[in-house]
């Protein structure tokens, strides 16, 4: 029993080494810590790297219209990381009078092409909105993170070192700083931080809208079975997702997401799935504004993304609406986009029209009480 138990710290040691907990994280990557919140002083070190330009096209009938360029750059940053970032933007006939980007930091082994690129796309022809995706560390593979590197990987650093890229791109491509958020698994993880750090570059934070958040406390080595279980689900569960994008004619929405790189899957595994597992995520979305506004779908089915204790973090924060897809499963996060871009098209809306952001009109398409009572009383001063 002696020998059981011993060799059960020796384990237990050598997996909090691996993954350590969020103090240590924070530690790791040089943050000063005020009030719970990790100060990381990142900043756009050098020029943009611009690695490629296409032209963006929309049919209209049978003429292929060009209305914008598609632009991937590599931005590096002070703590001597690279990043792919992805912009979509518009010629000023296409794009809409609403003063606002989104936004979408990357899930876990992806890619800004593929499900973000498709998406990415949509938004720009559907909503005439301009886009941003931002790649995880390294995610150019043309470096090699170093292993300090990689262990100063946190999802607080990483959301950090995102709103200071924006906050770059907006001086030199002229584009809004009112963001609208997007971010699924690892994305929606970390997006809550750019609440935290919008305000630091002069960014601000209209609507976080995630997916699929994971892992909102720390994993243990009583947990791995757990693990072990999400995985075996995930994959059952493939057969699920590929027939529901199916009906939605987007099986397309899968080519390209998966970053294959020998480097990119190195970091993945080595330097951000230790703060995956950290809970990190959880102790992010506690310390981000009461006052956020959002929308966050959570699925039944996958096991590291417990309802009820999302819902308990997010309590304190009545703007953010939490909804609950019972017979989901993780990787259902890739389908029903059609949604995503409707609350887009309504934030788009009231803001093109100058009207006050309304968080109930976005998520429901119907206005808040608030906005209905004030309606009611203009028309009765009428």
């Known amino acids: 029993m002696g020998i059981t138990h011993a060799a059960y710290e020796l384990v237990d040691a050598a997996y909090n080494t691996t ?59 002070s703590d001597g990381i690279d990043r792919l970032v992805s912009m979509r933007r518009l010629y000023d006939q296409y794009r809409s009078e ?39 560390e390294g995610s150019t593979n043309q470096q090699h993170l170093t292993r300090s590197m990689r262990e100063g990987i946190s999802l607080a650093r990483s959301a950090q070192s995102e709103q200071a890229i924006l906050a770059r791109l907006s001086k030199d491509f002229d584009l809004s700083t009112q ?12 997006k809550p931080g750019h609440s935290i750090y919008a305000p630091m570059y002069g960014n601000t934070m209209l609507f976080t809208d995630i997916k699929a958040p994971c892992v909102p406390d720390k994993l243990n080595v009583k947990d791995l079975p757990k693990v072990a279980l999400w995985l075996a689900t995930e994959a059952l569960g493939t057969l699920s997702v590929t027939a529901s994008l199916a009906r939605d004619s987007d099986l397309g929405v899968l080519l390209n997401t998966f970053d294959a790189n020998p480097q990119a899957m190195k970091v993945a595994l080595l330097g951000i799935m230790p703060a995956l597992m950290s809970g990190e995520a959880g102790r992010l979305a506690e310390a981000a504004p009461d006052d956020m506004n959002g929308h966050t779908v959570l699925y039944g089915h996958d ?3 417990p309802a009820d204790r999302w819902l308990e973090i997010y309590s304190h924060k009545p703007d953010m609406f939490m909804k609950d897809v019972p017979e989901g499963r993780h990787a259902h996060l890739v389908t029903k986009i059609g949604l995503q871009i409707a609350r887009i098209m309504r934030a788009e809306e009231l803001l093109a029209t100058n009207q006050a952001f309304d968080d109930g009109y976005v998520i429901r398409g119907i206005r808040s009480r608030t906005k209905k009572q004030a309606d009611l009383q203009l028309v009765v001063n009428q």
């Open 303 to 305: 096991i590291l993304s």
């Open 19 to 77: 993954f350590p907990s969020v103090e240590e994280l924070w530690e790791r990557g040089g943050a000063d810590v005020v009030d719970g919140i990790p100060d990381f002083n990142v900043e756009v070190v050098g020029d943009p790297k611009i690695l490629d330009e296409t032209e963006l096209y929309r049919w209209e009938g049978l003429k292929r219209r060009k209305i914008g360029a598609v632009t991937l750059l590599r931005y590096d940053t």
């Open 179 to 190: 963001h609208y958020g997007l971010g699924d698994s690892r994305g929606g993880m970390l």
């Open 98 to 136: 609403a003063d606002f980007i989104t936004t979408t930091s990357t899930a876990w082994t992806t890619t800004v092409n593929g499900y973000a690129g498709r998406r990415d796309r949509r938004i720009a022809l559907e909503a005439g909105i301009q886009t941003v995706s931002i790649g995880a």
